[in-house]
């Protein structure tokens, strides 16, 4: 099924994939991938249940299932589409533009904008046509963009396919000129579930507000909602139930008498109206009538799909009671009666009252209203898939049928035709489906880094489709081979996340906590005396003020630090780290059993490489790991650090001027019968990795490096480290499994092997430049990856993956394997040349002794 699907994908997308917009995949958990959005035709059942989408980190294309995707972002610039005279507002607040072919009893025929190819919509699904750009008496739809909004602060509201989108907090106004009974009928939605207000009759200023439906989430996250009526002296807040909200949009009507201080809301979630919840305060005397409309936006985000401000024309909170249809005209005066017909050839509606028909001229008509359906008329159609928000700004749900000829296929409930929309007009795709837990994947799952691309998904076996190893994304049908562009692939699968890196040059240092400060209390304990609302530990709600911090583990790789008998300064470097990264709290309330608190640091207001150094190096004075040690330390007790960048475990058995005999088990058969590494790969060995590294002052380290101009014709090519921190510079001649025989400018020195800690080989420092190409050693053919975990790196070049392990032949050590389950992070192509200078050891180059001043001036200048 794999190799028909990659056919039908390819032959399909050959003419067309050069044309197709540009967009984004957004994956759950942050995943993005940039690519192209393929043609598909229709399902075997009808429906599409997957979309198939191409990324250039990838060689082939890739078929995600709907379930596990948020959406999809379109990034190029939309083309613009032609004009439509109507927009109809359908069920569950869908919003369709397009012009009125053909009125019947039972549908209204319409051609949506930028299609030719009419669809039949059922009357009982439509809520409402007003003519696009509609300014009757007391009447508003919108929004059309900002035109007309006032908005802050600067930046954090955009337009977008006519709608209004902010990703931070900040507030929009408009001025709708609503009467002062008036229906608010409003939808929105959203990617991350906001907290925000949306205000009625507004006022001026927020802080005054009077008439609002306050969308909120608990502390555990569960989403809540109510209306609010508030007076200076007086307020009355009451429930609103709001549905699960799982299509990620809500439609909120609300209700508003200005005159009676009267407040009524009710939520439409997926075409099913809630309760309706009622409140009234009666107005004070300073209150000013307002026509305003506000929506405030705390955390999340939103985009305003549609806003329709209406009269209210009942007693009842309902939003239309009217069962006679009617027409109303560019004066605000109203025809009512049944529609019957629409005769396009004469451009006018024929409207039936009293067994006498009247006609009524399209082009004067500013808004239809069709009667309320008895029932729900799609009651049991299948639930929508997928949501279409439109750059000329209509949005519709619906079920994929197909992505073909340039359009988007879906099918509407109340719809009897599939309703093709423009690819080059869609902006959005989002996901309304959504699987309680992702599929299993065959193998340990991980993060691909890719250029842009990132997202979760394991390493399988590619063999079979021309490739050692193959990427299987969470949610995808089948794997795909990383795309091997020009200058090679360069990417990284992180299996244990990484802190993230401070910026390098002048850039300001962002520094991450957890949004609070401590305190001494007289018992000596270190107690939380307050919180920011926007931090880390105040958004994840476990951590209150008044616990005790017993102890802090500032990094995943340490242990637990006790606060007590640290000051104040410290506890607060123990807290603070990169934005991103992790630190587990050890807590007690009062009298209560210890627990432990694990949060990723959020940005705090504080900033300064001088800071986030002091936080970082308290960490490691406090904090610092134990030393690594393999289950099988006994049998590999020490470390070879290889100049390809590898570090593995290892049993030195011989080491001499020609290099060393070592075994190791990450080389097939290194482990028995040992593996021979020549000199010029080896950039140190490690005897007894549990030895501490201590730092060395530049001057010492100068000197140590400096290659006088007596030893140029024989330099020393090793580095002795002791166990007692003393250095010797000498030529190595040999070391077996007692002594080590080390010639110093001619004297001969054996020392034990057991006062050893390590050797370092000095390899020129020329030897780092550019060399001849003839004299270069060949790059390894094929897929160079790195295994990196804590204290060691395997590079192997890829053959294929078996058992949870990737099989393949170090340039160093021969044939061997990496143990996908014991590593951090994988490195793939250029990526493990970007952290070569993160390795140890690199540092240790001889460098020539300065000339004597007088020799440099009598050779002159160059």
Partial sequence: MRHVWAVL??????????????????????????????????????????????????????????DEIAGVRFTSAPTDQPPAAFRFILGGGDLLDGAIEAIDSE???????????????????????????????????????????RHEPEGAWRSEAGHIVAARPGTAMIDVAAPTRAIYDIVISWRRRPELRLSAAATERPGDEGYWVELLRLQDGTPEAAIV??????????PLPAGDAATRSLRVVMFVDQQKGRLAAYTIDRGVAGAISEVAVPPSAA?????????????????????????????????????????????????????????KASGEVVVRADSRDKRVRLDEIEEIVLPNAADNPVAGAPPATIRAVQASGGTIAGRLAAVEDGFLRLRVAGLDDELAIPLDDVLSLTSLVARPSPR???????????????????????????????????????????????????????????????PVGGAQVEIGGIGGMVNQDAQGFFVVTMLSEEGAAAQDGRLQPGDRLLAIKPRPEGGFVPTQGHDVQTVMNLMRGRVGSQVVLRVAAAGGEPREIDLRRGLIYVAGREILDQALATHTRLAAPPVVRLEDSATYPSLAVLRSGDIVPC????????????????ADGGDADGVRVPESLVQAVELDPGVPARGIEKPRLDRLLMLPRSQRVAPPTHMVRLRDGDYLRGRLESLDDATLVLDVRGEVKRLPRSEVARVIWLHPEEESAVVDEADAPPAPAGLLVQGVAEGRRVTLVAEGLADGAIRGTSPALGPGRIDIKGIDRLLVGRAIDGEADQLPYRQWKLRPAPEPKALREAAGPE
Avoid: N
């Avoid at 995949?25 to 059942?45: E, H, I, N, Q, R």
């Avoid at 209150?287 to 209406?310: A, N, P, W, Y």
């Avoid at 001499?656 to 005999?661: N, V």
């Fill in 9 to 66: 994908i390819a032959v399909v997308a050959s003419s067309t994939i050069a044309a197709a917009p540009a967009a984004v995949l957004d994956l759950p958990g942050g995943g993005v991938l940039p690519g192209t959005l393929l043609p598909v035709g229709a399902g075997a059942g009808g429906d599409r249940e997957t979309l198939a989408w191409r990324s250039p980190a990838f060689a082939g294309p890739l078929e995600f299932h709907l």
């Fill in 107 to 149: 549908h209204v025929t319409v051609t949506p904008r930028g299609t030719d190819r009419p669809v039949r919509v059922r009357r009982a699904v439509i809520e409402g046509v007003s003519r696009i750009g509609s300014r009757i008496a007391g009447s508003y739809v919108g929004p059309g963009g900002l035109a007309g909004w």
């Fill in 229 to 238: 009526r508030r007076e200076p002296d007086l307020a009355a807040v009451e």
């Fill in 287 to 343: 209150r000013e009538l307002s026509g305003r409309f506000r929506i405030s936006l705390g955390t999340g985000d939103v985009s305003l799909e549609s806003l329709r401000v209406g009269p209210w024309t009942t007693d009842e909170a309902v939003l239309d009671v009217r069962r006679a249809a009617s027409v109303i005209g560019k004066d605000g005066l109203s025809v009512d009666g049944e529609i019957v017909s629409f005769d």
């Fill in 440 to 502: 299993d994947l065959p193998g340990r799952v991980g993060a691909l880094i890719a250029g842009e691309a990132r997202l979760k998904g394991c390493l399988v076996d590619g063999r079979d489709i021309g490739a050692a190893v193959a990427w299987l994304p969470q949610g995808a049908v089948e794997p795909a081979a990383l795309a091997v562009p020009g200058d090679g692939i360069d990417a990284v699968i992180e299996y244990v996340p990484r802190e993230s890196r401070e």
């Fill in 651 to 666: 049993a030195v058995d011989v080491v001499d001027g020609q290099g060393m005999r070592i075994r190791t088990p990450v």
